[in-house]
Every structure is written in C-alpha cells, then in structure tokens.
C-alpha cells in the first residue's frame, strides 16, 4: 500500500487526471454555450437572453482560466 | 362651488397606481408567471405583423427542487473541509494546491449545473400568437424542439390540475389538441392554465394559414 502511494509519478498522474477532467468541462462549457445562442435564435426575450449568454460567457472564461492556472501552478 | 381638492386627491391616487403598475411591469419583464400581451419578445419564423397574446412558462415553483439541491452543495463543501479539517495531511502525496483547484472545479460544477436546469425552465415556452400556437421545448442541452400550429388547425383545448399544491398555487398542465396527423401541442405545470385555455379556446379558429 506505501508503495502505490509513495509511487513519485503518483502526483503527475493526478495532475494530468485533473486537467483532462477540466478540459472536458470547458468542452462542456462550449457546448452550453452554443445552445444558449442557439435557443436565443429560437426565441429572444430581452433583457433575460443577453444576460443569459453572459453569464455562460463568463462560465467559459472562468473553466479556461481554471485549467490555465491548473497546468502553471499544479 | 368648485371643488379645489378632488384634483390633488386624483393625482396622488394616478401617481399611486402609476408606481404599483411599473412593479408590475418590472416583475412581468422577468416573465416568471403568467405572461398577457408580452413585449419585445420575438421568436424564429414571426409573421412581421404577428403578435404574441400569451408566453406560457412552468410556474416558477417548479424550480425549486434544482435551487435546493444546488443550495444544499453550495454549503456541503466548506462543511465538508471544516469537519475534516486535516485533509491535506491525510493525502500528503497529493500536489500542493490541489484542494483549491478541487474546490473552484467543484463551485464551477454547481454554476454549470444551476445555468443548465435554469435553462431548461427558461427555454420550454409556449407562445400563443394572433396566428397559431409556438411549443419550444428544451432539456438537457442538447435537445431542443420546436412545434408550431396554426390556430384554425386546434380542435379542442383542455387542462388538467390535480394535486394538493397544484391547486394552491394555480398551475397546471395544458394541452392542444391538432387537427390531422400533426402532434398535440402541451404546455406543462403552467400557471394558471384555466385562464390560457380560455384565450385560446377564443382564438380558435380565428388564425390565418401561415404560422
């Protein structure tokens, strides 16, 4: 049990594990995104689409700064 | 004998109505219920001179089960690290930072998951227009579907309110029934659904050919 934990490229493959697992979510975070345009194409009612599509804007944004930051700092 | 009060009595009484009516407008630009004659909404394919009478959406209470939830895992985290407050030492091989990338990868989940479920109660619309009825149905974000009728296709209108909150809160499920091989048009846990089976059981009929 020591030895899988002590295993020196344990901490490299937890972190290769979490940025394939965030960039995944920015995959994820894309395609919600394009829906939200999608659906505001379909049906436009201001001011709630604009501040929807922000908002998912903002969620893309906030999942590519967390995987940059994960691969400078982890 | 003029009557030199009425007139300041009227206005304070106009001014009063004036302030509750923009609440109200304020209110129904979040279109969270039952929305009559809704303004600058627009959907795909919109006849220029075609006017919206009604927007149907599930009544805001249906919403509840998901702000719970997202509530409940909001507050789960920072209980979870205070109770365990030697986690780090327990996985010492882990890599320096790991809970707090752990933590925002965890808060951006929940955002994902309050923007989806939100979504899916704000993108299932049921427009009644002038000219026919516009089902836009949505969920999971990867499914979107939408069905039009016109209103001189609609054969019959019902709803049905069943259950103890149903009642109290005044919603229900609605449903249009199409002439020919076209599919029923349904509109579910909408509000008041005895007032919008009304206005379309008015309208019926009354539609031009496009819609």
Redesign the interface.
């Known amino acids: 049990m020591d030895n899988i934990?002590?295993l020196p490229n344990?901490?490299f493959f937890?972190?290769i594990s979490?940025l394939i697992?965030?960039f995944g979510?920015i995959i994820?975070?894309v395609?919600?995104l394009i829906?939200?345009i999608?659906?505001n194409?379909?049906?436009?009612?201001?001011?709630?689409s604009q501040v929807?599509t922000g908002?998912?804007v903002i969620?893309l944004l906030?999942?590519i700064s967390?995987f940059i930051?994960?691969v400078v700092?982890? | 004998m003029p009557d030199i009060f009425i007139a300041n009595s009227k206005v304070k009484t106009q001014t009063h109505i004036d302030k509750k009516s923009d609440g109200i407008r304020k209110i129904n630009r979040l279109h969270l219920r039952f929305t009559r004659d809704p303004e600058k909404i627009t959907f795909q394919h919109q006849k220029q001179d075609e006017k919206i009478i009604l927007l149907l959406r599930r009544h805001f209470i249906t919403n509840l089960s998901w702000l719970l939830i997202s509530a409940v895992l909001i507050i789960a985290f920072p209980i979870f690290i205070s109770v365990s407050n030697d986690f780090a030492n327990l996985f010492p091989f882990l890599p320096n930072g790991l809970l707090f990338f752990s933590a925002l990868f965890y808060y951006l989940i929940i955002l994902s998951y309050i923007l989806i479920s939100f979504m899916d109660w704000f993108y299932n619309i049921t427009l009644i227009t002038d000219r026919g009825v516009v089902d836009i149905d949505y969920s999971n974000i990867v499914y979107h579907d939408v069905a039009m009728t016109n209103l001189n296709l609609i054969e019959d209108v019902n709803y049905t309110k069943v259950g103890f909150i149903r009642s109290l809160l005044n919603y229900g499920d609605l449903f249009v029934q199409t002439a020919g091989g076209k599919e029923n048009l349904e509109a579910l846990a909408v509000p008041n659904p005895a007032e919008a089976a009304r206005i379309i059981g008015e309208s019926i009929g009354k539609g031009g050919t496009s819609g």
């Open positions: 934990v002590q344990l901490a937890i972190k979490g697992l965030i979510y994820f975070t395609v919600i829906q939200t999608t659906m194409k379909i049906i436009h009612i201001p001011p709630s929807l908002v998912t969620n906030l999942a967390l930051a994960a700092i982890l």
